[in-house]
């Protein structure tokens, strides 16, 4: 499958709900039909940060003002960057979820919702979009 001239692969985000992954798979396939790439990703299942940055130079660099993005990229379970999504979320969900991030954790970037193995932070919705 080509990549649609894009250059990347497109993620196909939802909740874990059997209409949205049905939705999401149709739309998959009328991405592939138009030459694009894509993978479906139910919730975070399986995204992480990029493993070589220094998160402390990240988090200084980082300016809390704003509502720039996140200073690390996010990659899913195969090591494909993620950079262009379809989403079923409403953006009202991505908003309150940076929100709360910026709230709960004013000096880190998107405040991870978890650990992976090893401790490394996992990203939140708002990482990702």
């Not at 993620?11 to 396939?29: C, G, I, R, S, W």
């Not at 300016?63 to 262009?84: A, F, I, N, Q």
């Not at 000096?107 to 996992?122: F, K």
């Amino acid at each position: 499958v080509q990549d649609g001239g894009f250059g990347t692969t497109i993620h196909f985000m939802v909740d874990n709900d059997d209409e949205e992954k049905y939705t999401a798979q149709v739309a998959l396939e009328c991405a592939e039909l138009a030459g694009f790439k894509g993978k479906v990703i139910v919730g975070l299942e399986g995204l992480r940060f990029e493993q070589h940055v220094d998160i402390t130079k990240a988090i200084a660099a980082y300016d809390t003002t704003s509502l720039g993005p996140c200073p690390r990229r996010v990659y899913d379970l195969d090591g494909v960057e993620v950079k262009v999504v379809w989403k079923t979320w409403s953006w009202d969900t991505v908003l309150k979820d940076h929100r709360l991030a910026v709230v709960s954790k004013p000096s880190v970037p998107s405040s991870p919702v978890g650990r992976a193995p090893g401790g490394t932070p996992t990203p939140r919705l708002s990482d990702v979009l």
